[in-house]
């Protein structure tokens, strides 16, 4: 890091990472204190990405959210035999979140594909005067 100056880091997937170094109390004051000194030694923003299954609401990531700059919850599930892939923003450090949750897939070769649904107020009202 020191070498290539990284403006962004991600910490993906933090429940692997978190179940890796267990459980305890301890743990937790370590990612948390290591997520603040990683923002503050690169000048930048920590991402913490965590999984959670589709029908779960929350997740538990402790005090981390708070030392962090984004928080993302990726879900995933079946519905009518389609795998279907859900992005939460649970926190944007400095950005207005309108839209809590968004459908997405990986693209071979793209990467993370993002169907961000249509706000109603930029859709146009009919033309009443067009026969």
């Keep these: 890091m020191a070498s290539t100056k990284p403006k962004v880091i991600v910490i993906d997937n933090f429940a692997v990472l978190s179940n890796a170094l267990g459980n305890f109390p301890t743990t937790r004051s370590i990612l948390q204190n290591l997520v603040n000194e990683l923002a503050s030694m690169i000048g930048g923003i920590t991402v913490i990405v965590a999984e959670t299954s589709f029908n779960k609401e929350s997740i538990d990531l402790g005090g981390i959210e708070f030392t962090s700059d984004a928080v993302i919850i990726m879900k995933h599930g079946i519905e009518k035999a389609m795998l279907v892939r859900i992005m939460g923003f649970r926190k944007l450090r400095r950005a207005l979140i309108t839209v809590a949750e968004v459908s997405f897939t990986i693209r071979e070769g793209i990467g ?19 026969h």
């Design 112 to 130: 993370i594909q993002v169907f961000i649904p249509p706000y109603l107020e930029e859709v146009k009202p009919p033309r009443l005067d067009v």
